[in-house]
């Protein structure tokens, strides 16, 4: 069955900082691979996403996220972190025979301290 | 152009009741999906509309869940007999096309059943 991890449940970094949130996934075929966020009273918001091709991706307010199938991974990374970042993120994985269907994560929570 | 609207934002109901929530897709989109989160959880699927008809309702939890697309745009979720572990955020997204398109959310219905 289809099912995405993500380890940890909540990381604090200091304003500037690198991050790196993690991402692995388990499904049979090859996945499509997305990063939401999703901050308070605000809808989830797509970060980035893979479906084939370069295995590093680029997504929008300088996040990029790398696939890796041997690690059966996609961890999101950011070279600096603002203090706006801060919000809960969620990595999920669907596929094309399933019609759009995504299987998210328990999200990870992410606090900037100044 | 207008996003994805949900509405109501905020519904408390009794245990036993019946409730509806409303999802109106961005203009065009022929995707339509439900998603249910739970506090401290990711968004877990429900069902998925293609045009009118529910190409995957595999997440619907039991017969008290129902949804409709009668012309393939809007949609309302319907829950029979509310529990109190129904209470969750409801989640509506809508995409362009099915598959591997990017679904865009709204910002969710909370529904408290007391």
């Known amino acids: 069955a289809q099912s995405v991890t993500q380890p940890d449940i909540h990381i604090t970094v200091s304003e500037g900082a690198s991050l790196e949130l993690r991402c692995n996934y388990s499904?049979?075929?090859?996945?499509?691979l997305f990063w939401y966020v999703q901050s308070p009273g605000q809808g989830l918001q797509l970060l980035l996403k893979?479906?084939?091709?370069?295995?590093l991706v680029q997504g929008i307010k300088g996040f990029e996220a790398e696939f890796k199938r041997s690690q059966s991974s996609f961890n999101l990374r950011k070279p600096s972190v603002h203090w706006s970042d801060a919000a809960e993120y969620f990595c999920a994985v669907g596929a094309n025979n399933q019609g759009g269907k995504l299987i998210f994560g328990q999200g990870t929570e992410l606090s900037v301290k100044p | 152009g207008a996003g994805v609207s949900q509405t109501p934002s905020n519904k408390v109901t009794e245990k036993g009741k019946y409730v509806e929530l409303r999802c109106d897709p961005i203009s065009g989109h022929t995707a339509l999906y439900w998603y249910r989160q739970s506090l401290g959880q990711g968004p877990e699927f429900l069902i998925y509309f293609q045009g009118t008809g529910a190409a995957d309702d595999s997440g619907l939890p039991n017969d008290r869940f129902f949804a409709v697309r009668p012309e393939g745009s809007v949609s309302t979720l319907k829950i029979q007999r509310t529990e109190r572990g129904d209470s969750a955020v409801y989640l509506c997204a809508s995409g362009l096309l099915e598959g591997t398109d990017t679904q865009y959310f709204g910002p969710g219905t909370r529904l408290t059943v007391l």
């Open positions: 893979y479906f084939s091709g370069d295995t």
């Open positions: 499904y049979g075929a090859t996945p499509y």
